[in-house]
């Protein structure tokens, strides 16, 4: 009945030492502890608004306990969480876990330092009714600006009077604390700081408001070091981290910028030498990039439609081209792979047979006597198989196969549930359907942008190719269904 | 048990029926609802069925949610009959019958289903609690959508309408700023005329450079003649003995009147924002100077901070002190003075119009007087038994009125330590006060969501403004007298109409409480600063010109946000710069 259980006026009664309270006292109680709390808390509302406040506070209850006459609580003024503790051996009874503290201690201690001191600034919020756009105020819209208010939007104005409404932005002009944050960040980025300032960096590009005006800074300058600084990897990942944050933050418009932002970051994608010297781990930075190009187009697609079809026949070109280096086919595999299934679908499997024809050797050691070449040659195959693997696994997802498995499967019936039989599965075919199933799969390889292409045979077509690694791609409900 | 289960049943028939009915009498049918769903509630209350009187409440509450939530929160906790005689919003709801106001129409059809469908405990309900009213024999499209009737209980309504058949007079003081002002224009104007004539004549014998001094000549005389033609305002007598200006002071008021800046829809003020930081969320309150020189802030912990805001871009003198001490931890600069006194927190802090004075009231009951030129406290005025929710100055200074939680205002002269007037009649806390710019009256806003206008001579309600949905938190007074504004909680303002106390229009946009309000020098803007970190700009010119015509709405000329700056309070300087102020407060989830 009332949200205050009785059990509760028993639990208080005991505290205060009345340990037989009639079970129909605390009934009675009840309600009304209940309708006096409320009572208490409508006064704690009245002080909080008068207070000007939105956010109750331990200090309104004191302030509407003491407006009743009530002595107040005392120890609740910290503003610390308090955290509540159940008591060993009942399931409804609470305490306040309240450590019991050495005064020695507390004495002892350094003292801690002294809060900020409230302080006063001013600024202009508004001249002559326009909003001007300092760090101080809340950042304009660029987007909302005069092109939407057409003349002929607006009928019945003349032209001089449209002019009072349509005042422009005020004037570009970088502050001095604007000029000293691109200084500082821009030579922390170059220099190379330690991690921890560098993360702080990140997080407050990607979340400062008053940023809009430095973006076409920005990315002039990570254009400008990007061509200078290709040796550098720590450098282009700084710098890619930073056309992350750019990108992140909700309070940039970086749009009319993407245009001078996206070859530096396709070129840390498929470029063919990242960071000086061979063996430096450039891999991490491509896929990085790769996650930040997907990004990029999710982001912006809508709003520039060949940004895609620009970025993927940029891939497309690195990848179908056998002239290039492994580092750039890697690149350009990886970019395809973030933007999508669809895309590998489209891209990728088409050409997979034929590319990885050509790669096996430059991955077997007799062919292959570079070592480094090698290795760059097994990443892109991992790559490929990844992108394979994770489109198939995608297909699945959205539409499981439907077809029927062919008749002249006999393992088909199987109910086994594990990976491994299943894998040792597709082994026992028979000979003779090999021959008709390879062709047939060779077929939905090459025909795998098709819309209704069979999931089954591209899934066989790929374990052809790859062997079992690919297995683990393939969910085990879809995979008892489609292996042949 | 079967009569606690039968007002559910009948209420549930009845709200099924009106939500039912056709939508042309839908609107008026509603508002029968929650006069007879708080009822039956309290009947179920009063008839000791707690478990389902609770039961009942819980399944119709989020109807009635929107518009009575603050009525409902008071009203949930209430379960036993004796809460029923204790709790506010109970007895007023029962000693008082409601009206409702519907058309004829939808009255017999209400009639006709109470009585066929033999639900006597409605029509016990409708017929004992709610006054039905059948206005008009027409349609009900013809209805005015004024809910506020349905609100309002019946006593209340008639001491409303009697209480505003008393005459006011709303024109500006004889002899105040304002009216010197336009004396003095008038007069030089007389002079310019005479010289223009003189000049004309010479004009013609003299060569360009004469010419160019025309120009200017004109172009002053134009903006001159603009101004007495506003002047329809009628002059009184002041009722109060008024204290004099130093003339210093009204040399300079004059001067800044002369140099205000023309405002209107198309020539917006320019805002200039004090922000307080790192106040940690005590800052209560907060007031700027008619100048824009000083501002105070009203902090929970006791304290009034003084800033000095021309001293603000100086460096500071403690500073260099540090400096070239031996001591090398430079002493911390503090850039305000600690105004210290109070027990309690500081709710409402005012500036006299000379700004050499600041009032404070506080929770401990107290206000205190402070000199901001010897930073000491004077006077400290006790009379109110409760918090003091606000102080303000009156427009000449001298006198000061207040209001407190003890549901009273009061008006003092700053040299007594008894209040001289107590206004009494409010139902529940005086949240907020304001004078009227001839300091003949002071107008209140309550937590019983009315305002009242007082006749401070007499220290009798001369008006009563109804209408708001929740407390009323900031009022503010055109400046010519006719009109007021009032913020409440919810965001809503309204425009009243001082003579009728009528509400020309309420202006919504603001979406969290209006904590302050203020009209431009000249009456044309309204500005209103909010908890939802907005300042907005209205546009007023159109009602204080156009009265009859109630078709032309007051719009939202602009809006200005902050970076997460509540506005405590904002005002506009004699030249027509807005001030604003208020404590930044980031959100929590950053």
């Not at chain 1, 190379?192 to 590009?205: E, I, R, T």
């Not at chain 2, 504004?485 to 229009?505: F, K, N, P, Q």
Request: proline share 5%.
């Amino acid at each position: 009945m009332s949200i205050v259980p009785k059990e509760t006026i028993h639990v208080i009664a005991q505290s205060i030492g009345i340990s037989n309270l009639h079970d129909d006292v605390a009934a009675a109680l009840a309600p009304d502890v209940e309708y006096r709390m409320r009572e208490i808390m409508q006064e704690a509302i009245k002080c909080m608004r008068h207070s000007k406040r939105s956010v109750l506070t331990t200090d309104d209850v004191n302030t509407a306990l003491s407006l009743r006459n009530v002595e107040p609580l005392y120890g609740f003024a910290s503003g610390d969480p308090l955290r509540f503790r159940r008591a060993v051996g009942h399931s409804d009874l609470f305490f306040i876990d309240d450590r019991e503290l050495d005064c020695k201690e507390i004495t002892e201690a350094p003292l801690t330092k002294a809060p900020l001191d409230t302080a006063v600034m001013a600024h202009w919020l508004a001249i002559e009714g326009i909003q001007p756009a300092i760090p101080e105020n809340v950042p304009i819209d660029p987007l909302s600006a005069p092109p939407e208010v057409k003349k002929s939007d607006i009928p019945g104005l003349k032209p001089d009077q449209m002019t009072v409404d349509l005042k422009l932005p005020v004037k570009h002009v970088l502050s001095r604390e604007l000029q000293l944050y691109f200084e500082k960040i821009t030579e922390l980025i170059v220099t190379g700081a330690d991690d921890v300032l560098l993360k702080d960096v990140f997080a407050s590009l990607a979340t400062d408001s008053g940023l809009h005006p430095l973006v076409p800074y920005f990315t002039q300058f990570i254009a400008d070091e990007v061509t200078r600084g290709l040796n550098d990897l720590p450098l282009l990942f700084s710098l890619m981290r930073v056309a992350r944050s750019l990108l992140l933050n909700p309070h940039i418009h970086i749009e009319p910028y993407l245009h001078q932002l996206m070859p530096s970051v396709v070129t840390c994608l498929v470029a063919k030498r990242l960071g000086g010297k061979n063996f430096v781990n450039h891999w991490e930075l491509r896929d990085f990039t790769a996650t930040l190009i997907a990004f990029i187009c999710k982001r912006f697609g809508h709003a520039y439609y060949n940004l895609q079809t620009r970025v993927t026949k940029t891939l497309l070109h690195a990848f179908l081209d056998p002239k290039r280096a492994m580092t750039q086919h890697y690149g350009a595999v990886k970019g395809i792979a973030a933007l999508g299934s669809k895309l590998v679908r489209l891209l990728i499997l088409p050409n997979l047979e034929v590319y990885i024809n050509l790669l096996l050797p430059e991955m077997s050691s007799q062919d292959q006597a570079n070592e480094l070449k090698r290795y760059e040659a097994i990443r892109v195959y991992g790559a490929l198989q990844a992108a394979a693997g994770n489109c198939i696994y995608e297909m699945l997802q959205s539409a499981p196969p439907s077809r029927k498995k062919p008749a002249n499967n006999k393992s088909q019936s199987t109910t086994r549930k594990d990976v491994d039989g299943d894998a040792s599965m597709h082994e026992e075919d028979g000979a003779d359907d090999k021959d008709e199933g390879v062709k047939r799969r060779r077929r939905a390889l090459s025909e795998a942008w098709k819309e209704d292409v069979e999931v089954g045979d591209l899934i066989n077509s790929l374990v052809d190719l790859f062997g079992e690694e690919m297995l683990p791609f393939i969910p085990m409900r879809e995979m008892s269904k489609c292996i042949l | 048990d079967n009569e606690a289960g039968r007002y559910k049943e009948s209420y549930s028939k009845l709200r099924n029926w009106v939500h039912s009915s056709l939508d042309l009498y839908k609107t008026e049918l509603l508002r029968i609802l929650y006069p007879v769903f708080v009822h039956c509630y309290m009947e179920l209350v009063a008839k000791g069925f707690a478990q389902e009187a609770r039961e009942f409440f819980q399944s119709f509450r989020d109807d009635h949610q929107p518009q009575h939530i603050r009525d409902l929160q008071k009203l949930e906790g209430v379960i036993t009959p004796q809460h029923l005689q204790e709790n506010e919003t109970a007895c007023t709801l029962q000693e008082n019958k409601v009206h409702v106001k519907m058309c004829q129409y939808s009255f017999e059809l209400l009639l006709q289903y109470l009585q066929s469908t033999e639900s006597m405990l409605m029509l016990g309900i409708v017929n004992s609690h709610i006054n039905l009213k059948a206005v008009l024999p027409g349609q009900p499209a013809a209805l005015l959508d004024d809910d506020e009737s349905s609100s309002l209980p019946a006593k209340v309504q008639a001491v409303v309408e009697a209480t505003n058949q008393k005459e006011i007079h709303w024109g500006i003081l004889e002899g105040s700023l304002e009216d010197k002002f336009e004396k003095q224009i008038a007069a030089e104007l007389e002079k310019a005329d005479a010289d223009k004539d003189a000049e004309t004549d010479e004009a013609k014998k003299r060569a360009a450079d004469g010419k160019v001094k025309k120009v200017k000549r004109d172009k002053a005389g134009k903006g001159l003649k603009a101004e007495p033609a506003a002047r329809s305002v009628p002059r009184l007598k002041p009722e109060l003995t008024m204290p004099l200006l130093t003339d210093d002071f009204e040399r300079q008021a004059l001067d800044d009147l002369r140099n205000r800046v023309k405002l209107g829809s198309t020539a917006l003020p320019s805002v200039s924002c004090y922000t307080f930081v790192n106040t940690n969320n005590s800052l209560n309150c907060a007031s700027i100077s008619a100048d824009g020189a000083y501002l105070a802030g009203g902090f929970s912990d006791s304290a009034i901070k003084l800033w000095d805001m021309v001293k603000m871009g100086e460096p500071s003198m403690y500073s260099d002190a540090g400096k070239q001490s031996l001591n090398k931890r430079p002493t911390p600069i503090r850039h305000y003075i600690r105004l210290v006194g109070h027990a309690g927190p500081v709710y409402g802090v005012d500036f006299s119009p000379e700004g050499d004075s600041l009032l404070s009231a506080s929770g401990d009951c107290t206000i205190r007087l402070w000199s901001t030129r010897l930073n000491a406290n004077l006077a400290c005025y006790k009379g109110h038994n409760y918090p003091v929710w606000d102080v303000q100055y009156s427009p000449v200074g001298h006198y000061f009125a207040s209001a407190s939680y003890d549901r009273t205002a009061r008006v003092w002269s700053m040299d007594r330590l008894q209040p001289l007037r107590i206004m009494a009649g409010h139902l529940s806390d005086v949240d907020c006060v304001q004078w009227h710019v001839n300091c003949n009256y002071i107008a209140t806003g309550s937590s019983d969501k009315t305002v009242r206008l007082w006749d401070v001579q007499t220290g009798e309600c001369v008006r009563i403004f109804t209408g708001h949905r929740s407390m009323i938190v900031s009022i503010a007074m055109s400046p010519d007298g006719l009109f007021m504004a009032s913020g409440d909680e919810d965001g809503a303002i309204m425009m009243w109409d001082l003579a009728s106390s009528r509400c020309v229009t309420p202006l919504l946009g603001h979406t969290g409480c209006v904590w302050s309000l203020a009209f431009s020098g000249e009456g044309s803007i309204l500005a209103s600063g909010s908890a939802d970190n907005t300042v907005r700009l209205w546009d007023v010119n159109g009602s204080s010109k156009v009265t009859a015509d109630k078709t032309r709405r007051l719009r939202l000329l602009k809006t200005l946000p902050t970076k997460s700056t509540p506005i405590y309070t904002l005002r506009f300087s004699r030249r027509n710069l807005l001030f604003v102020a208020g404590a930044f407060s980031p959100s929590k989830g950053h």
